[in-house]
């Protein structure tokens, strides 16, 4: 039993809907990593499989953060909280969109990649997984402890720095390789930076958690 | 039987009530309004209900203090009295300076005793005016501290903003509740306070034992007055307020009207002065402060917590301009009011009184301390003003300000007859059964001075007796001085 239930049903449901929202994100980046992962085996069909159920997802995520939306401006929140939590779920919805794009590019254009960039791939992977669930938990935190934020959105930034430095390398080999042909290397930069910018848009909307935990501890 | 032009006088009180809830039921819910964090009508609803009871329940502190400063002794000196302080918060309110009905109503009852010849407590008058300056200041200080400790408390419990948005709701209903209490209990005394002398209900009698008093029955309707005002008017100012407020976060927005709500309530509640007298402590003036210097200091209060810098000083010394113009407004239409409602319209102002300096007052001033040698050319001396007793008695010894207030109370004359039928009309609960059973023994006795029936009551019973001591005494003295007041205008009247 939640304390003074009897008062702030609508605050709980709310809450509520923010942590279903959070477990869909949480679905979505590990069937974004097992697909990902999937097509770096040389599996194209779980690659489409994972694509889909993506979409899936994405569809109900959707329907939810609207749902959210909806309560924000009915349930006569506080505008100043409102306007806050409004920009900051606009923000939100952009990163499932970002696992999107990223295999939409590798389901179109099918890149062949090179066989040493197999595990510094999966483990921007992991980075970015661990990225996306740090943000989880620090979004979680902005409505449950907000005291815990910090400690979360720092990991946030230590996983996307860690991703940014294998990129980096990537990167670097891609375009010290002189058997690629330039449209290769433009190519599997691409691909790169679509992974790369998942965890830069984590650490974006991480920010914003921590911009608002700070304006409401303040 | 109630006279019904009482009801006609009694107008100008309920126009006072009317604008006070219009205008500062937006002190106390209207950030929480204006920020649509609570519907109008549930603040309405609340603000109407507890404003009600603070008016019945603990209106009398704060007026009792009014009534020292001047006790309007005639209706049509009341009506005019609560007129001339409606018009100039009216006016001063169309100039676009904040005034609050407290200074405005100080104005009128000083501009009633310049009319009427009537003497001003010096001391009481020092009394209310310390406190537009102690009430701003003592309300930035509870808010700097409350401020301090909410945001460390915020921080230690880290709770989530949708909660923490729904509890900021629920403590914001609470602190206008209390808010609202507060401003009833406070501010009735500006409403109908200078009603009260006057008494113009006759007390309600329900069965043996319970009575409503003819002053709770003048908070009861003022109450109302102001909770009309909150229903009809107030939406408007609590937008605006709430607007003007925005800059401040929701918890300071509480922290304002909890501030606001204390410091009413600290300069209201007897009970608080109680327990600050039994803590040998030194207790604080039970005098009508003003909500609106309340919330700015509060405000203020905040912003100096948080560096002075978002502080808009000049809309601050506009304001205080504000309390200085509208006492001096108010005391002049009233005293052009008066004249011409005496004059014109050949309506009673004051009433006629007689202050005798018997040689039985004489010694009554001799017993309480006053200087008397060189009184005994007065004795046998009518005067027809209070303030013409105080003025002749000062021309021959040196009188302190309490003193001027004695000498007005013992010189008064007012013939007094304990009949057998007036003791069966009184409250048994306002009298102990020794108070009772010592005013049955005065059964037929006549006086000239109602101190003489304290006196005569002291004598046969301790507990008539005032003690004139120290804090502890204050309460007991003001209880037995309460019940004689109670007597005085139970025994001075000519039917039942």
């Known amino acids: 039993m939640k304390p003074l239930s009897l008062f702030f049903k609508k605050q709980y449901a709310i809450e509520e809907k923010i942590q279903r929202l959070l477990r869909y994100l949480e679905d979505m980046v590990q069937l974004y990593q097992g697909a990902f992962e999937s097509y770096l085996d040389g599996s194209f069909e779980d690659l489409n499989q994972g694509n889909e159920e993506l979409s899936k997802i994405e569809k109900e995520l959707d329907?939810?953060?609207?749902?959210?939306?909806?309560?924000?401006?009915?349930?006569?929140?506080?505008?100043?909280?409102?306007?806050?939590?409004?920009?900051?779920?606009?923000?939100?919805?952009?990163?499932?969109s970002s696992f999107k794009h990223s295999l939409a590019d590798i389901t179109l254009e099918k890149p062949e990649i090179p066989e040493d960039f197999q595990l510094p791939l999966k483990n921007m992977l992991l980075h970015t997984h661990d990225a996306v669930k740090a943000l989880a938990n620090a979004t979680d935190a902005l409505f449950s402890d907000l005291r815990a934020v910090r400690q979360h959105v720092e990991e946030v930034g230590r996983q996307e720095s860690l991703v940014d430095k294998i990129e980096y390398k990537l990167l670097q080999s891609i375009f010290e390789n002189e058997k690629f042909e330039l449209a290769r290397k433009y190519q599997l930069k691409g691909i790169l930076k679509q992974l790369g910018a998942v965890t830069n848009l984590a650490e974006d909307v991480a920010d914003a958690v921590l911009i608002l935990a700070t304006k409401h501890f303040t | 039987m109630l006279d019904p032009t009482v009801l006609i006088f009694l107008s100008s009180g309920v126009f006072l009530g009317w604008s006070l809830g219009a205008n500062d039921a937006a002190n106390v819910f209207g950030t929480a309004v204006g920020s649509r964090m609570v519907r109008f009508t549930t603040a309405a609803i609340i603000c109407g209900i507890f404003v009600v009871l603070g008016a019945y329940v603990s209106g009398t502190g704060a007026a009792q203090t009014l009534g020292k400063l001047g006790a309007v002794n005639a209706i049509g000196g009341s009506f005019m009295a609560a007129l001339a302080a409606g018009l100039a918060v009216y006016w001063m309110t169309k100039l676009g300076l904040p005034v609050s009905t407290t200074q405005a109503i100080i104005g009128s009852i000083i501009g009633w005793n310049l009319f009427s010849d009537s003497y001003t407590d010096i001391s009481s008058l020092f009394k209310i005016l310390s406190t537009w300056i102690i009430c701003p200041l003592l309300s930035a200080l509870i808010a700097a501290f409350l401020f301090f400790l909410a945001k460390k408390f915020v921080k230690k419990m880290g709770i989530?903003?949708?909660?923490?948005?729904?509890?900021?709701?629920?403590?914001?209903?609470?602190?206008?509740?209390?808010?609202?209490?507060?401003?009833?209990?406070?501010?009735?005394?500006?409403?109908?306070?200078?009603f009260v002398p006057v008494a113009p209900f006759p007390d309600i009698q329900f069965g043996h034992g319970f009575s409503i008093t003819s002053a709770q029955q003048l908070f009861l309707v003022g109450g109302l007055a102001i909770a009309v005002g909150v229903f009809t008017y107030s939406k408007k100012v609590m937008m605006t307020v709430g607007s003007e407020l925005m800059t401040l976060t929701p918890l300071a927005a509480w922290?304002?009207?909890?501030?606001?709500?204390?410091?009413?309530?600290?300069?209201?509640?007897?009970?608080?002065?109680?327990?600050?007298?039994n803590m040998s402590l030194p207790t604080i003036p039970l005098v009508p402060v003003s909500s609106s210097q309340a919330v700015v200091g509060a405000v203020v209060g905040i912003g100096m917590l948080q560096g002075g810098r978002e502080i808009h000083w000049p809309r601050i010394y506009g304001i205080a301009k504000g309390w200085v113009i509208?006492?001096?407004?108010?005391?002049?239409?009233?005293?052009?009011?008066?004249?011409?409602?005496q004059n014109v319209f050949q309506q009673t102002v004051q009433r006629d009184s007689n202050y005798e300096l018997s040689p039985s007052v004489i010694e009554k001033f001799q017993k309480e301390g006053i200087e008397t040698s060189g009184l005994h050319e007065l004795t046998g001396k009518v005067f027809r003003s209070s303030a013409e007793v105080v003025r002749a008695v000062k021309?021959?010894?040196?009188?302190?300000?309490?003193?001027?207030?004695?000498?007005?109370?013992?010189?008064?004359?007012?013939?007094?007859?304990?009949?057998?039928?007036k003791i069966a009309y009184l409250d048994k609960k306002v009298l102990s059964s020794k108070q009772?059973?010592?005013?049955?023994?005065?059964?037929?006795?006549?006086?000239?001075f109602p101190w003489q029936l304290g006196d005569a009551l002291s004598e046969i019973s301790p507990e008539w007796i005032v003690s004139g001591g120290g804090l502890k005494d204050k309460l007991h003295d003001r209880d037995i001085k309460q019940k004689l007041a109670y007597l005085y205008r139970i025994f001075q009247r000519r039917e039942i």
């Open chain 1, 63 to 96: 329907d939810l953060g609207r749902q959210i939306q909806m309560s924000l401006l009915h349930e006569s929140l506080m505008p100043d909280s409102r306007d806050d939590l409004l920009w900051f779920l606009t923000k939100l919805d952009k990163v499932p």
């Open chain 2, 160 to 194: 989530g903003l949708i909660r923490f948005d729904g509890y900021t709701r629920l403590a914001l209903i609470l602190a206008g509740a209390f808010g609202a209490y507060s401003l009833g209990a406070n501010n009735i005394a500006n409403v109908m306070g200078v």
């Open chain 2, 255 to 277: 922290v304002a009207v909890m501030s606001h709500s204390i410091v009413l309530f600290i300069f209201a509640s007897e009970r608080l002065e109680q327990l600050l007298a």
């Open chain 2, 326 to 341: 509208t006492p001096l407004i108010s005391c002049l239409l009233c005293f052009v009011g008066l004249y011409f409602l």
């Open chain 2, 395 to 421: 021309d021959k010894v040196n009188l302190s300000s309490k003193q001027g207030l004695q000498v007005v109370e013992y010189s008064l004359q007012i013939n007094l007859i304990v009949s057998e039928e």
């Open chain 2, 436 to 448: 009772m059973a010592a005013l049955s023994k005065l059964e037929g006795q006549k006086y000239n």
